[in-house]
């Protein structure tokens, strides 16, 4: 059965006319996770669910990884350990991730860029053990990975402590450049530093003041991956990821075998296993 306006949708779906437009599963014996909508995806050029049909009974989210493989990636409703339930984005990969950074500046659960607060990361991480995966794209078109099998952050008495363990480098490896690097600048066993609250180890700055963007800085940093996207702006400004072969930066300055950074691919997710 196809329904609706012309969108191409499963047969366990059904247009509601009847609730705005609003879209629901035909079988009662299905639950809609998600928004109920269908929107038109700019960059692809399709129709997009918001939503997935799940087979009841159907238990809270964990996480990203309890839905199942058919499902769409887009926002849904987790509940991780005894938390009252937030909003993730969930990519839908090989595996569901659940993506808690997109973009360079943040903006909490925006559509371009998407940042998932440390209260909720603590949350997350404290119930289950997850690994770190950060995936950047060069603006020639190069993709590189850094996998770390074990990530955490603290909750907020500790300052939302960076945690991440045994780095395991990736065909497309982009280079440790949180737990590795020059003892001062480590990124690994930091607090999280903001412009009104500077946790980092330099003397003399504030290294989320002075790099404008909050992160678990040391004096100051290998990482910085909530910097500014500004092609204008002067290294060591910027979104940054040091140590790689060819060390990934959102500036200009192309001296020193750098790469410049495409905006919006720095992608921060974690999953469990």
Known sequence: MKVGIGLPLDEDILLDRQAGNQYKCINSSYKLVGKPFVICDKKSKKWKKL?????????????????????DSGTYKIYPGSSAGFNIY???????????????????????????????IDQLTLSRTYRLYVRMKSREGIWKTALYKVFRVGDATNGYTLEVEDYNKTEDDAGDSISSGLPEYINNGMKFSTYDRDNDNHNTSNCAEKYKGAWWFNACYVSHLNGVYDQNLIYPFGIQWENSPEPYVSVSWKSGGLVELNKNTQIYVLYYF
């Open 90 to 120: 969930c990519d839908n990969r090989k595996y569901w991730w659940n993506v808690f950074q997109r973009g360079g500046v943040r903006r909490i659960f925006g559509d371009n860029e998407f940042w998932l607060g440390n209260k909720l």
């Open 51 to 71: 939503f997935c049909c799940v087979e009841k009974p159907f238990k809270k989210l964990h996480d990203c990884t309890d839905l199942p493989r058919h499902c």
